[in-house]
Structure formats: C-alpha cells, structure tokens
C-alpha cells in the first residue's frame, strides 16, 4: 500500500533500487509481510500447475485424432428460445471479474481500518465466488444431462469432456476453497479480531488486515487464471 | 579444544554487549555500524506438552529431525529392496520368493523411494528445516506452523507408499517412471491398487513440499538477522534455496501428471492413453499422448536432479572450506554456478527421451543445454579443488567424505557427457552405464555429501562428537564397495547387458557378465551392511560419545553460535546475532585465532587481511 519506511535504508525506484534491495541485509522485498511474500511466491508455483494443466490440453487437442467439438455450439444457451453461444459463460466471467472488484475495495477499506465497508465487501466477494461455483455447478450438470462424460462425448473427441471436466474442476476447486475462506475472513472482519488482536485457531498467532490482502492476491489470481481458461477453452 | 570453547564464548558474550551498546546510541562505531532492525522480533508458538514438542511439534529443528528420521526409514527400505535385486541378479534363483514381478516392483519402489522420499526429503526437508533458520540468523522458519503440516502432509504420503506394499497385487511394477500406457494396464504389477497409491502419494507429497518450500524460501529472503547480505549466506544455504526454487516450479509438473494419470486409471479418461489392442481386442481407451507423460515427467524429472545436487554442492563447499581451513574459491562464482545450474536445469528434460521417438532436431537442442551445463558444474570442481590447494586440511571423517563426493561426482559427470550425446546414447540407452552414471552423480555423491553432513552437524544436533575410527571404517567400506559396484557396471553396460531385466537367461553377454554381476551383488551386500556402522556410531555416541561443546570445528557460521548446544526453540536467547561478513574467514593472515566468526565486528579484526564482504 502506501511506501513503507525502513530505518537506517534508503528505498530508491527502479532498477538501482531494486538491486540494492536484493543486496542489502535482512529482506530481499522491503516491508512486504511475510505471508504477502508467501502467497505471490505460491501463486508462482500454482501458476506453473495451471500452465501444465493448459498446455496438456493443447497437446491433447493437437494431437486427437477425432474432431474436436465446436465450443460455440457446446456452450450455447437457449435463451428466448434463440441458442446465444457462451451466454451463461459470459455471465459467469462478468460475476467473477466484479468479485474481483469488491476484493479489490476491500483491502482498500481494511487498511483504512474501516471494519464495515472491508467486512460487506468481503461478504460480498465471497457471495460472487459462491455465484460462479453454482454456476459452474449448473453448467457442469447440462452437460452431463447431454452425454458429456469425462471418457466420452457425444460432440467428438473424448479428450473433450476428459480436459474440460479436469481443468474446470480443478479451478473450480481453488475458487471453492477461495470462498471457504472469505467467509471466514468476513466473520473475522465482523468480530474485530484483526483490531483487538485475537489469536487464530490453528496458528494460535496474531492476525492483521493484511490478511485481507492476503486473500486478495490469491482471489485475483483465481480470476486471472479464469480468463486464461475462458480464452483457451471457449473462445479456442 | 576446552580452552578455545571457553575462548569464544567470552568473546561472543563481548560482542553482544558492544552491539547492545552501538544500538543504544552511547558509543557509536562507524566501523562496526549495522543498520537497525527492520523485522519485528517473532512471535513464537511455545510448546507446552509432550505431543506438542516432539509430534506436531513447530520448531524447525524438531520437524528437521523428524524429516531425516522418516526420510532415513524409507532410504533403509530402499537399501533393503536393493540388497534384493542384488541378490537376484548375481545369484538367480536362490531367493525362492523372487518373481519376475517381484523383481520389477522392487526396482520400482527403490527409485522411487531414493529419489523423491529419501534424498529429496533428507536434504530440503532434513537439512533445509534445520539449518536455514539457523545459518540465517532466525528464529525459526517464518510461518511454523505450515512447517509443521508440511512434514505430517510428508509423513502421511510415505504411509501410502508403504501402505501400496500391502494391498492386493502389490506395489507398482511399471519403472520409476511411471510410464503410461503400461504403468495402468492389466499385465503390469501393480496396476490396480499400487499405482493408485503411488500416484496419491506422490500427490501428497507435492503437497507437503510445497508448504515447507514456501517456509524454505521466505525465511532466506525476508527473515534474514542484521548484517546478514545474500552474498554473505553460506552456501549451504544457497544450495538449498536455489533446489527449494526448482522444486516450486518443477513439483507442478509431477503434480499434474499424476492427477492426470489417476484420471485415466480411476475414470477411464485417455489423456496417456493411445488406442490400444490387446490380444485381438480394442481397449476402451484411445486418442492419448503417452509422450505427454513423458515430457511432464521429465520436465519435474530433470529439475529433480539438480533439487538432489544443488544441496549437496552447497554443504560440500562448506564442508570442505571448515576443514581445508581456508576460505571456499571463488565465492560468487559458486554462487551463480548454483543459480545458473538451477534455471539451465529446465531446459534439458528431453535428453531423457532421446530414444522416445521425439523429432531428431529436439534432441540437437537438448543436447546442446545439456552439455552447457558441464561448464558451471565444471567451475565448481574447479573451486572445490582450489579450495583444498594449500589449504590447512585436516583429514578426518568428513573431509574424506568431501574428497570422496569430488572424485565420485566427477566419474558421475564424465559419464554424463557421453549420455549427453544423442548419437552416443542411443546405442547406451536402457543398459547398466546409464544405471552406473546416474548412482555415481545422483546416488553415490550426494550420499556421500549426507554422510560428511552427518559426522560435521551431528555434534550441533546431539552435542557429541561421532567416533571417528568407526567413520573412517565406514567411509572406506562405503567408498571403495561403491566402485565396486558401479565400476563394473560401466563395463555391463558396454558390452549391452540391458537394465530392468528380472534374469538374463543363456544371453551372449553374460559368457562374460557373470562373474562381474556376482562381484557387485556381494559389493552391494557390502555396502549395504557398512551403512549401520553409522547407526551404531550414533547409538553408541547418544550413550557414551565426547561431549562437543561449542563450536567444535572452529567453524565460523551462525550455527556454531546459538545460545545452547543443541539449540533450544528460538536458537539464540535474548538476542539475535548481528552478522560482520561471509562465512569464510579462515586462515586470514595476521589474525589471532585461523578463524573468524561472522558475528566478529571489524574493529576486533582492523588489522588483519580480511576481505571486505
């Protein structure tokens, strides 16, 4: 957020500043919190897990020998009786990049130790997470109901299903515990324990509103990884 | 040895008074200024019963030694499936039990077993939990608790494996590569529950690494004490870090391969599975990419290597400088050599697959990585020898170990090249050189790494020194029945005597292979047997070894200067170590003492000839 201040250390922009960063003693990223450095060093690691998850689905893609099924088609709605294709996927996007909106505000209010608005908007993050996985939920449940299994599809190439179930599971997955833990972090905003300092049940340490950034960063990430999916996956 | 002990204590305790005094404000040395703080003091989570201090205990040292212990487990287990093969190969039929299925599940479970649950553990679980907070200056790890999970995570994927010995069928049989489409098929054995279990532990352990690797790396970087510079970090230290960072990107890889085959075994999908026909009948299964398989496993399989080798590169350095007495060649240079080993790292995984029936262009370029790497490595033998040129080197256990690891990684390497080579692999490819190579560079190095690890810190650990006359007996038998069995292995592979075959029957190679494969059978048994001269020595000198005292070897890292020996949970008492320079000040010319600790302030050493880090 705002430039932190370290005693007895000059922080300078750019490139110097940087390799003097890296050269001086005790932290290589000045002022980060911990579990701030944590998580982006996390997200890397979860980055290379979705890479491999892609790039598997474009080497199974390029090298079926069936065809492989139209996403426009697949993923049309029928909506007033006119199939729109990616109706419901647009609208699972639009949910989900605003969810990253109200995340963004939240950490915004945190730190201004504005326990109501940080608190709403936690709540109503977790509300767009839970949105998209009902979604996701109903979406998955179509088209089982039209014969898409993960071994075999009805449209053409197996791998279809197999890659499309996998992968969007798996987000799935990560945006589920995502939710998980923004309920919790609403009701810990709620109750003030990040302001009367009260101790965590499994860690039994102290927690802070970076906490709510925290979550943030994993939260953003799970959006961005939603539009490299959306990208590879319907619009491919 | 007493009287040196006594010697740095009180000059320790007179450091911590005058930086006490510098920080205060009341005698200011410009020359001895360090900047303040900038982390708040940690916040430690105190044990309070029995279960909590020693089962799900959050001390990084604690979780350190019950790394080694689980990981020591599994490498017995896998030095006993050895001791099996062995006697298969070198006596057929003599062990009555011994199937041709046995045979490929033990070859299996033992590389599997030494690659990921032995080495990988012991060194980045082990070594890594133990030694970064201590060599760092810190408390402990930064987030304790994920460090505790990490190694239960860890402790529950070794009961799957071990659980996959006793399932229905047994464990899998397909190769520790897992190679699909055999590794699921009926045929194979262990297809049905113990692939299955490999692959849900492999899982859980990717898992479990990833939450002590984020520990691993955030405490080097963010948790560092005052003074300390990343160029001032042991190399041990660096070591560990850069393995932790391939680690972090190379486990995806694993992870989603073994997702991804649980899939195909448990669901049916064919991501790996091409159309198959079996005895006339086509398999459900069809429009996969085995080859998939093999490039994601690789491209974790390859980094894999260096995870093993870059921790035993940074604890030889450090080794060999404590005991040569001199400070390590080339300091920086060992550095980016780590570093520039580690990224190379990702971009040779295709030189296993040379004979995959990948484009022939792919392997130009695989090739040509591969071989660059021989020049950073190169750089580091280089150093580590000139480290010893003229150094005041003591000959005891752990160096001999050192000068063991040298000699042994550089055969291990020579042979690399020759694999390396596509044209020269091929015919190699699948025989007992290739087996020979990769025991010399990943199996018998970096082993030998951990032994010298274990006489040089077991004093730190315990508090009493290891015997050395039983170290000396155990290195020798080690060192020369490890030749033993690989020397001749070299030859095996030569004249084409294939690996992973159960028995080679009446075959044109064994007029002349006989013999030998008796010969490195009993070796094996040998050397197998040396290893618990180790485990004696230890129980004997928990009982009745000589007390170590502080700082046994004169070393100069932050490790040797804790408040306890063993280290209590917080390491250094009230107040953390402010740190002067590297950790490689030995032998510096005008100097009282041929070692000054990183905690030594430049005014006590002003007119000495050390180097300015």
Same mark, same amino acid.
């Given at each position: 957020? @705002?430039?932190?201040?370290?005693?007895?250390?000059?922080?300078?922009?750019?490139?110097?500043?940087?390799?003097?960063?890296?050269?001086?003693?005790?932290?290589?990223?000045?002022?980060?919190?911990?579990?701030?450095?944590?998580?982006?060093?996390?997200?890397?690691?979860?980055?290379?897990?979705? @890479?491999?998850?892609?790039?598997?689905?474009?080497?199974?893609?390029?090298?079926?020998?069936?065809?492989?099924?139209?996403?426009?088609?697949?993923?049309?709605?029928?909506?007033?009786?006119?199939?729109?294709?990616?109706?419901? #996927?647009? +609208?699972?996007?639009?949910?989900?990049?605003?969810? @990253?909106?109200?995340?963004?505000?939240?950490?915004?209010? !945190?730190?201004?130790?504005?326990?109501? =608005?940080?608190?709403?908007?936690?709540?109503?993050?977790?509300?767009?997470?839970?949105?998209?996985?009902?979604?996701?939920?109903?979406?998955?449940?179509?088209?089982?109901?039209?014969?898409?299994?993960?071994?075999?599809?009805?449209?053409?190439?197996?791998?279809?299903?197999?890659?499309?179930? =996998?992968?969007?599971?798996?987000? !799935?997955?990560?945006? @589920?515990? !995502?939710?998980?833990?923004?309920? +919790?972090?609403?009701?810990?905003?709620?109750?003030?324990?990040?302001?009367?300092?009260?101790?965590?049940?499994?860690?039994?340490?102290?927690?802070?509103?970076?906490?709510?950034? #925290?979550? !943030?960063?994993?939260?953003?990430?799970?959006?961005?990884?939603?539009?490299? +999916?959306?990208?590879?996956?319907?619009?491919? | 040895?007493?009287?040196?002990?006594?010697?740095?204590?009180?000059?320790?305790?007179?450091?911590?008074?005058?930086?006490?005094?510098?920080?205060?404000?009341?005698?200011?040395?410009?020359?001895?200024?360090?900047?303040?703080?900038?982390?708040?003091?940690?916040?430690?989570?105190?044990?309070?019963?029995?279960?909590?201090?020693?089962?799900?205990?959050?001390?990084?040292?604690?979780?350190?030694?019950?790394?080694?212990?689980?990981?020591?487990?599994?490498?017995?287990?896998?030095?006993?499936?050895?001791?099996?093969?062995?006697?298969?190969?070198?006596?057929?039929?003599?062990?009555?039990?011994?199937?041709?299925?046995?045979?490929?599940?033990?070859?299996?479970?033992?590389?599997?077993?030494?690659?990921?649950?032995?080495?990988?553990?012991?060194?980045?679980?082990?070594?890594?939990?133990?030694?970064?907070?201590?060599?760092?200056?810190?408390?402990?790890?930064?987030?304790?608790?994920?460090?505790?999970?990490?190694?239960?995570?860890?402790?529950?994927?070794?009961?799957?494996?071990?659980?996959?010995?006793?399932?229905?069928?047994?464990?899998?049989?397909?190769?520790?590569?897992?190679?699909?489409?055999?590794?699921?098929?009926?045929?194979?054995?262990?297809?049905?529950?113990?692939?299955?279990?490999?692959?849900?532990?492999?899982?859980?352990?990717?898992?479990?690494?990833?939450?002590?690797?984020?520990?691993?790396?955030?405490?080097?970087?963010?948790?560092?004490?005052?003074?300390?510079?990343?160029?001032?970090?042991?190399?041990?230290?660096?070591?560990?870090?850069?393995?932790?960072?391939?680690?972090?990107?190379?486990?995806?890889?694993?992870?989603?391969?073994?997702?991804?085959?649980?899939?195909?075994?448990?669901?049916?999908?064919?991501?790996?599975?091409?159309?198959?026909?079996?005895?006339?009948?086509?398999?459900?299964?069809?429009?996969?990419?085995?080859?998939?398989?093999?490039?994601?496993?690789?491209?974790?399989?390859?980094?894999?290597?260096?995870?093993?080798?870059?921790?035993?590169?940074?604890?030889?350095?450090?080794?060999?400088?404590?005991?040569?007495?001199?400070?390590?060649?080339?300091?920086?240079?060992?550095?980016?050599?780590?570093?520039?080993?580690?990224?190379?790292?990702?971009?040779?995984?295709?030189?296993?697959?040379?004979?995959?029936?990948?484009?022939?262009?792919?392997?130009?370029?695989?090739?040509?990585?591969?071989?660059?790497?021989?020049?950073?490595?190169?750089?580091?033998?280089?150093?580590?020898?000139?480290?010893?040129?003229?150094?005041?080197?003591?000959?005891?256990?752990?160096?001999?170990?050192?000068?063991?690891?040298?000699?042994?990684?550089?055969?291990?390497?020579?042979?690399?090249?020759?694999?390396?080579?596509?044209?020269?692999?091929?015919?190699?490819?699948?025989?007992?050189?290739?087996?020979?190579?990769?025991?010399?560079?990943?199996?018998?190095?970096?082993?030998?790494?951990?032994?010298?690890?274990?006489?040089?810190?077991?004093?730190?650990?315990?508090?009493?020194?290891?015997?050395?006359?039983?170290?000396?007996?155990?290195?020798?038998?080690?060192?020369?029945?490890?030749?033993?069995?690989?020397?001749?292995?070299?030859?095996?592979?030569?004249?084409?005597?294939?690996?992973?075959?159960?028995?080679?029957?009446?075959?044109?190679?064994?007029?002349?292979?006989?013999?030998?494969?008796?010969?490195?059978?009993?070796?094996?048994?040998?050397?197998?047997?040396?290893?618990?001269?180790?485990?004696?020595?230890?129980?004997?000198?928990?009982?009745?070894?000589?007390?170590?005292?502080?700082?046994?070897?004169?070393?100069?890292?932050?490790?040797?200067?804790?408040?306890?020996?063993?280290?209590?949970?917080?390491?250094?008492?009230?107040?953390?170590?402010?740190?002067?320079?590297?950790?490689?000040?030995?032998?510096?010319?005008?100097?009282?003492?041929?070692?000054?600790?990183?905690?030594?302030?430049?005014?006590?050493?002003?007119?000495?000839?050390?180097?300015?880090?």
């Amino acid at each position: 957020m @705002s430039d932190p201040k370290i005693e007895g250390f000059e922080l300078k922009p750019g490139f110097k500043g940087m390799a003097e960063d890296t050269a001086s003693d005790q932290t290589m990223f000045k002022g980060v919190h911990w579990g701030k450095a944590m998580m982006w060093i996390f997200l890397l690691s979860d980055t290379f897990v979705f @890479s491999c998850f892609l790039i598997s689905y474009m080497k199974g893609r390029a090298s079926t020998p069936v065809e492989w099924p139209n996403p426009s088609e697949v993923f049309a709605l029928n909506a007033f009786g006119v199939p729109v294709p990616l109706l419901l #996927i647009a +609208i699972m996007t639009f949910v989900l990049i605003t969810s @990253s909106g109200t995340m963004a505000l939240a950490v915004k209010y !945190g730190y201004e130790k504005n326990k109501k =608005m940080c608190g709403w908007l936690v709540l109503a993050t977790a509300i767009g997470g839970l949105t998209f996985v009902g979604m996701q939920v109903f979406e998955w449940s179509k088209l089982i109901h039209e014969g898409v299994r993960p071994w075999e599809n009805p449209f053409g190439a197996a791998q279809f299903g197999s890659f499309f179930f =996998m992968i969007t599971g798996f987000h !799935g997955f990560h945006v @589920s515990i !995502g939710v998980i833990f923004l309920f +919790i972090y609403a009701y810990k905003v709620f109750a003030g324990h990040y302001e009367s300092g009260k101790k965590g049940w499994f860690t039994k340490l102290k927690g802070d509103y970076v906490e709510i950034e #925290i979550l !943030g960063l994993y939260w953003h990430f799970v959006d961005l990884v939603w539009v490299f +999916i959306f990208a590879f996956f319907y619009l491919w | 040895m007493s009287e040196e002990y006594d010697n740095n204590k009180t000059s320790y305790q007179a450091q911590s008074s005058e930086v006490l005094g510098g920080a205060s404000g009341t005698t200011p040395s410009d020359m001895d200024y360090v900047r303040p703080a900038e982390i708040p003091e940690q916040e430690l989570y105190h044990a309070h019963s029995f279960i909590e201090k020693w089962v799900f205990c959050q001390d990084a040292k604690v979780i350190g030694v019950q790394y080694f212990l689980t990981a020591v487990f599994t490498g017995v287990v896998g030095l006993i499936l050895s001791w099996l093969m062995r006697l298969q190969l070198g006596f057929p039929g003599l062990a009555g039990f011994m199937t041709a299925e046995h045979y490929y599940q033990f070859v299996t479970m033992h590389g599997m077993i030494m690659v990921v649950y032995f080495l990988t553990a012991l060194f980045l679980g082990g070594f890594g939990n133990y030694l970064i907070p201590l060599m760092v200056g810190a408390r402990d790890m930064v987030f304790p608790y994920v460090n505790m999970l990490s190694f239960w995570m860890f402790f529950v994927a070794v009961a799957v494996l071990m659980a996959s010995f006793f399932v229905p069928g047994g464990p899998t049989g397909s190769g520790w590569t897992l190679y699909p489409p055999q590794a699921i098929l009926e045929g194979t054995p262990g297809s049905g529950a113990g692939i299955l279990l490999m692959l849900i532990s492999l899982s859980l352990f990717v898992i479990g690494f990833t939450m002590g690797g984020l520990n691993y790396l955030i405490t080097v970087l963010q948790a560092r004490t005052r003074g300390m510079t990343l160029m001032r970090l042991p190399l041990t230290i660096w070591g560990i870090f850069t393995a932790t960072v391939l680690a972090m990107l190379a486990f995806p890889a694993l992870l989603v391969s073994s997702i991804m085959m649980t899939l195909d075994k448990v669901l049916g999908t064919s991501f790996f599975m091409p159309t198959i026909i079996k005895a006339g009948e086509v398999l459900e299964y069809g429009g996969g990419s085995p080859i998939l398989f093999q490039h994601l496993f690789w491209f974790f399989g390859h980094p894999e290597v260096y995870i093993v080798a870059l921790p035993a590169f940074g604890i030889v350095s450090d080794l060999i400088s404590v005991h040569a007495r001199k400070n390590i060649f080339g300091y920086r240079m060992m550095v980016w050599a780590i570093v520039g080993i580690g990224a190379l790292s990702f971009f040779v995984w295709a030189h296993h697959m040379y004979v995959s029936g990948m484009n022939p262009w792919f392997g130009f370029f695989f090739a040509t990585t591969t071989l660059i790497i021989a020049v950073p490595t190169a750089m580091k033998v280089y150093n580590w020898i000139l480290t010893l040129w003229r150094g005041n080197i003591r000959i005891n256990t752990v160096m001999l170990w050192c000068l063991g690891f040298i000699v042994t990684f550089v055969n291990g390497g020579i042979t690399g090249i020759f694999l390396g080579n596509v044209s020269v692999d091929v015919p190699l490819s699948d025989t007992y050189f290739v087996v020979a190579h990769f025991h010399m560079v990943m199996g018998i190095a970096p082993l030998m790494v951990i032994m010298g690890a274990i006489y040089h810190w077991f004093p730190l650990v315990a508090g009493r020194m290891l015997d050395e006359k039983l170290g000396k007996w155990h290195f020798w038998a080690t060192f020369l029945g490890a030749y033993s069995i690989y020397f001749p292995m070299h030859y095996l592979g030569f004249i084409g005597v294939p690996r992973r075959y159960f028995e080679m029957y009446d075959s044109p190679y064994m007029t002349s292979g006989v013999g030998l494969n008796e010969f490195i059978s009993l070796a094996a048994f040998l050397v197998g047997a040396a290893q618990f001269i180790l485990i004696y020595n230890i129980i004997k000198t928990l009982k009745t070894g000589k007390p170590a005292g502080k700082n046994p070897w004169q070393a100069n890292s932050l490790e040797w200067f804790t408040s306890t020996v063993p280290p209590e949970h917080g390491n250094f008492g009230d107040r953390l170590p402010v740190v002067h320079r590297w950790a490689y000040d030995y032998s510096v010319p005008g100097a009282k003492e041929d070692f000054i600790p990183q905690t030594t302030p430049p005014s006590e050493v002003a007119n000495t000839e050390v180097e300015k880090t």
